[in-house]
Nanobody, 121 residues
Framework: QVQLVESGGGLVQTGGSLRLSCAAS????????MGWYRQASGKQRELVAA???????NYADSVKARFTISRDNTKNTVYLQMNSLKPEDTAVYYC???????????????WGQGTQVTVSS
């Protein structure tokens, strides 16, 4: 199994910054894509940003130029640097990792427990 531990959420004022981290551990053979999703109250979970093993990134239009996703493959960790935060960024942020636990298994999808980000106006 793969465990994901997230950190870095909290309360920040409009225009502020936060950095989220998500460390993967457990029976990991390899990690494929890593990403962050968020779910605001009463809304569906949505993709915020994703990154491939080679560093190619994809962002939701609403966060482009404000958020930056990165990963450290030596630490099995993905980061989300969030700048110029807005009240509409308020949500629970979830780490998402696609990983293989064995050379004989295809990749599975794993989720973190979620971390609250609240942006006050």
């Amino acid at each position: 199994q793969v465990q994901l531990v997230e950190s870095g959420g909290g309360l920040v004022q409009t225009g502020g910054s936060l950095r989220l981290s998500c460390a993967a551990s457990g029976s990991i053979f390899s990690i494929v894509d890593m990403g962050w999703y968020r779910q605001a109250s009463g809304k569906q979970r949505e993709l915020v940003a994703a990154i491939t093993p080679g560093g190619l990134t994809n962002y939701a239009d609403s966060v482009k130029a404000r958020f930056t996703i990165s990963r450290d493959n030596t630490k099995n960790t993905v980061y989300l640097q969030m700048n110029s935060l807005k009240p509409e960024d308020t949500a629970v942020y979830y780490c998402n990792v696609q990983a293989r636990t064995s050379v004989f298994r295809s990749s599975g999808t794993y989720w973190g427990q979620g971390t609250q980000v609240t942006v006050s106006s």
